[in-house]
């Protein structure tokens, strides 16, 4: 019994990988169409510049990066920005005293969503925890 197992589960395996790999070629020729189909729609909504436009610059790239002429983006004032972004000193007027000095806007607001608050209320407001993220 444990032979003819092992010879249907080869058989099973067999038939899927010929199946997935008919799949897989259709999946492909149809992928390649959409792709065409995508960049040319982004060909057209970049006025030709192709994918390029659409690509963002490195973080450090501040010639690059959009910005107010009267007002450049420089490295000492992103590294500000970073230090503030983290500082609890500023959380000088919590709901709640015992959170004073306790948290800062990095506790509520995650790089990786987006610098969205990842929490229903903030930790001033009286929120407890450091979000969903």
Do not use: W
């Not at 259709?26 to 057209?44: H, K, W």
């Not at 306790?102 to 929120?127: K, M, N, P, V």
Request: hydrophobic letters at 35%; glycine letters at 8%.
């Amino acid at each position: 019994m444990y032979y003819f197992n092992q010879s249907l589960l080869l058989l099973i395996c067999l038939f899927l990988l010929a199946v997935g790999c008919k799949k897989e070629q259709t999946t492909t020729v149809s992928n390649l169409a959409l792709d065409n189909q995508i960049d040319e729609l982004l060909n057209i909504a970049s006025n030709n510049q192709g994918r390029e436009y659409f690509t963002l610059p490195e973080s450090d790239d501040y010639l690059k990066i959009p910005n107010d002429p009267n007002n450049p983006i420089t490295k000492e004032k992103v590294d500000l920005g970073k230090l503030l972004y983290h500082e609890t000193g500023l959380a000088i007027n919590p709901k709640n005293p015992i959170s004073k000095n306790t948290y800062s806007c990095a506790s509520c607001h995650f790089a990786s969503a987006g610098f969205q608050a990842g929490r229903f209320q903030g930790i001033a407001e009286g929120g407890i925890g450091f979000g969903v993220n």
